[in-house]
C-alpha cells in the first residue's frame, strides 16, 4: 500500500513537468508568430488562459485521484480486516 500512495505525487511530479515543457514549447511559438504577425498580440492572453486551465486540471485531477486512492485504500484495510477476524 505504502507504493500506492507513493504514486500519486510522482504522477503530479511528472504531469507538471510535462505540462512546464509543453507551455515552454507553446509560448515559443507564440513568440515565434506575434514577432512576424504583431496584429496577433492577443494569442499571449489566450495561451496564458489555456495554461492556467490546463494546470488546474491537473492539479484537481490530482485532488481527485488522491481522494479516490484514500477511500479505496480505507475499504480495503477494512476488507482485510474482516477477513484476518
Not at 492577443?42 to 486551465?53: D, Q
Request: charged share 15%.
Amino acid at each position: 500500500m505504502t507504493e500506492a500512495s507513493q504514486k500519486p505525487s510522482r504522477f503530479l511530479i511528472s504531469k507538471l513537468a510535462l505540462w512546464a515543457i509543453r507551455w515552454v514549447i507553446g509560448f515559443g511559438l507564440i513568440w515565434l508568430v506575434v514577432s512576424y504577425y504583431p496584429d496577433y498580440s492577443w494569442l499571449w492572453w489566450a495561451g496564458c488562459l489555456l495554461a492556467a486551465l490546463s494546470l488546474a486540471v491537473i492539479i484537481v485531477s490530482t485532488y481527485i485521484l488522491n481522494r479516490k486512492l484514500g477511500e479505496i485504500t480505507e475499504k480495503i484495510a477494512a476488507i482485510d480486516d474482516e477477513v484476518s477476524q
